[in-house]
């Protein structure tokens, strides 16, 4: 299945909007990641265990909305687009976009 950000495939014509597809991940790190992602801030450099969790949930959420897609019967999903946010010290990421179907 093709997943783009644009809000089409180049040299695919869209015949059929199967209409807004979702996913969510919602993960938590944690103490022992919290506490060295803090000595890590504190001396300079980057955090893997954040990076690790975050890639983790934008896969988890990309995933969530693929299968809801093919659930519809579309080819692709277009016009995706990912958030983040923080919540209680929990990182969640929302995948959208539009589910289609080529001519």
Do not use: C, K, W
């Not at 690790?52 to 897609?69: F, K, P, S, V």
């Amino acid at each position: 299945m093709i997943i783009t950000t644009t809000p089409s495939v180049e040299g695919r014509t869209i015949a059929t909007y199967h209409g807004i597809v979702t996913g969510e991940a919602i993960l938590g790190a944690n103490i022992f990641r919290d506490i060295f992602a803090g000595i890590r801030d504190i001396v300079g450099g980057r955090s893997a265990a954040y990076e690790q969790e975050l890639g983790r949930a934008r896969q988890t959420a990309l995933a969530e909305m693929q299968e809801r897609a093919a659930a519809m019967g579309a080819e692709a999903v277009v016009g995706v687009d990912l958030d983040y946010e923080v919540i209680n010290n929990m990182l969640m990421v929302s995948a959208s976009g539009t589910a289609v179907s080529f001519a």
